[in-house]
Nanobody, 122 residues
């Protein structure tokens, strides 16, 4: 069964950090491009970051301004999102995704996790 499972979300104060994980199973994920998206209440799902198969290349949404870092460990079939200097506006459900159908920044991927809630308090 193909599955992506996020973990690591929670409640943190503004300025704090969280590290999200996305554990993949059910196929060879080391050949898939992967990404993180997020969706805040009442808003559309938006692109956060994506990473190449080799992990040598990453691309980030402009609004992040260097606060987040995406990485992956293909040996462990796991992708990560290190989030630093968190702001209240980062509050959202964070989703991992794999195998883009179109442009990597579009929320059109073949596989999605169930999401993990990140709440940043002021």
């Amino acid at each position: 069964q193909v599955q992506l499972v996020e973990s690591g979300g929670g409640l943190v104060q503004a300025g704090g950090s969280l590290r999200l994980s996305c554990a993949a199973s059910g196929r060879t994920w080391s050949t898939e491009r992967m990404a993180w998206f997020r969706q805040a209440p009442g808003k559309e799902r938006e692109f956060v970051a994506c990473i190449s198969v080799s992990a040598y290349s990453a691309y980030y949404a402009d609004f992040l301004k260097g606060r987040f870092t995406i990485s992956r460990d293909n040996a462990k079939n796991t992708m990560y999102l290190q989030m630093n200097s968190l702001k209240t506006e980062d509050t959202a459900i964070y989703y991992c995704a794999a195998s883009p159908i179109g442009p990597a920044t579009d929320p059109a991927y073949a596989y999605w996790g169930q999401g993990t809630q990140v709440t940043v308090s002021s």
